[in-house]
Nanobody, 126 residues
């Protein structure tokens, strides 16, 4: 049974930092494509960052230079380091995984991922 459990969300002021974690189990973690998505109230879910099995990363333009995705295969854990946070980063953040891999051009696509966590809330105040 695949499980993805996020943690690390919270409330910070603009300019602050948070580190999200996603503990994964139940599938071959090291060969999977994994990603972080977010969904703000009244908006659709959008891809934030992805990391492929070979370590290649992709970022949404809105977070480039501020967010860093990484993974620890030994701990089966995915991370998202978020720096220079802005109020527009406020959203529920979700971890997603696709054991079968994804075409690089589609790695931030919501429909490409078969497994999702429950989410962790990030709130950034101005």
């Amino acid at each position: 049974q695949v499980q993805l459990v996020e943690s690390g969300g919270g409330s910070v002021q603009a300019g602050g930092s948070l580190r999200l974690s996603c503990a994964a189990s139940g599938y071959t973690y090291s060969t999977s494509c994994m990603a972080w998505f977010r969904q703000a109230p009244g908006k659709g879910r959008e891809g934030v960052a992805s990391i492929e099995a070979d370590g290649s990363t992709t970022y949404a333009d809105s977070v480039k230079g501020r967010f860093t995705i990484s993974k620890d295969n030994a701990k089966n854990t995915l991370y998202l380091q978020m720096n220079s946070l802005k109020p527009e980063d406020t959203a529920m953040y979700y971890c997603a995984a696709e054991p079968g891999g994804i075409l690089r051009s589609l790695v931030l696509g919501v429909l490409e991922y078969g497994y999702w966590g429950q989410g962790t809330q990030v709130t950034v105040s101005s």
